[in-house]
C-alpha cells in the first residue's frame, strides 16, 4: 500500500525568507509525486510533480520541489515567500503501475505572515 | 477549476436523508473522481470512474453511491447520511491512462452537514 506523510500541521515563515513544507512517501515501486495548493473556499490547484529525470522540479508560483529516492521525500520549497503564498498545501503520490489511484497526506498548512 | 463544476456548494440535511451531489466536467476528461476531505486526514477517495460504464470503488467507498450519466457528469449519492459524513466534498478529472501521469483538475468542492 501506498502513504504520504506531511510531518508539520502547520508551517510559519516570515515573508521574504525561504519556506520548507515537508513530504515524505511510501510505495512499493517508483512514484509519481505531487503538490496541490488549495486556497480558502477553493477546489485544489496543481503546483508540480515529479516523473522521472532531474530530481529538481519547477512549477508554478515560484515553487519548486526536491525529489530524494534515498530519503524517500519529496519536499516543496520556495526561495522567498509571500503573504499570498498562505494556504493548504497537499502532498500525493502515485505507484507507477495500472489502476493505482493517487494518496494524498493530510494536509500541510503554510502561515506566512509580513 | 471553471471547467469543473459541483452542485450545490453548500447542503445541510438531517440524518437519514438522501442527498444527491452533482459533478460537471467541460474538459472532455474520461477519468473522474469523488473525494471527501476532512481536517488533518487530506483527501481520501470514494469512486472513481473511468469512463461511463466503468465504475470503481475507492478507500471509503461504504454508504455512498456513484453514478456516471455521461462523460461530463459524475454524481455522488448518500442514501441515508449520517453525521460522519459531514465533510467537505471534491469531484476531479484527469486526461490518463494506466500507465499516465497527469494532473488532476479539482472542482470547487461541496460542504456537505449531516445533522
Known amino acids: 500500500a501506498q502513504s504520504v506523510a506531511q510531518p508539520e500541521d502547520q508551517v510559519n515563515v516570515a515573508e521574504g525568507n525561504p519556506l520548507t513544507v515537508k513530504c515524505t512517501y511510501s510505495v512499493s515501486g517508483n512514484p509519481y509525486l505531487f503538490w496541490y495548493v488549495q486556497y480558502p473556499n477553493r477546489g485544489l490547484q496543481f503546483l508540480l510533480k515529479y516523473i522521472t529525470g532531474d530530481n529538481l522540479v519547477k512549477g508554478s508560483y515560484g515553487f519548486e520541489a526536491e525529489f530524494n529516492k534515498s530519503q524517500t521525500s519529496f519536499h516543496l520549497k520556495k526561495p522567498s515567500a509571500l503573504v499570498s503564498d498562505s494556504a493548504l498545501y497537499f502532498c500525493a503520490v502515485r505507484d507507477r503501475g495500472a489502476g493505482n489511484m493517487l494518496t494524498f497526506g493530510g494536509g500541510t498548512r503554510l502561515m506566512v505572515k509580513p | 477549476d471553471a471547467d469543473v463544476t459541483q452542485t450545490p456548494r453548500n447542503r445541510i440535511t438531517k440524518t437519514g436523508k438522501r442527498i444527491m451531489l452533482e459533478c460537471s466536467q467541460t474538459k472532455g476528461h474520461d477519468r473522474m473522481y469523488w473525494y471527501r476531505q476532512d481536517p488533518g486526514l487530506g483527501l481520501r477517495l470514494i469512486y472513481y470512474s473511468f469512463d461511463v460504464k466503468d465504475i470503481n470503488k475507492g478507500e471509503i467507498s461504504d454508504g455512498y453511491s456513484v453514478s456516471r450519466q455521461a462523460q461530463a457528469k459524475f454524481s455522488l449519492s448518500l442514501e441515508s447520511a449520517i453525521p460522519n459524513q459531514t465533510a467537505l466534498y471534491f469531484c476531479?478529472?484527469?486526461?490518463?491512462?494506466?500507465?499516465?501521469?497527469?494532473?488532476?483538475?479539482f472542482g470547487p468542492g461541496t460542504r456537505l452537514t449531516v445533522l
Open positions: 476531479a478529472t484527469s486526461d490518463d491512462s494506466g500507465y499516465s501521469y497527469n494532473e488532476q483538475f
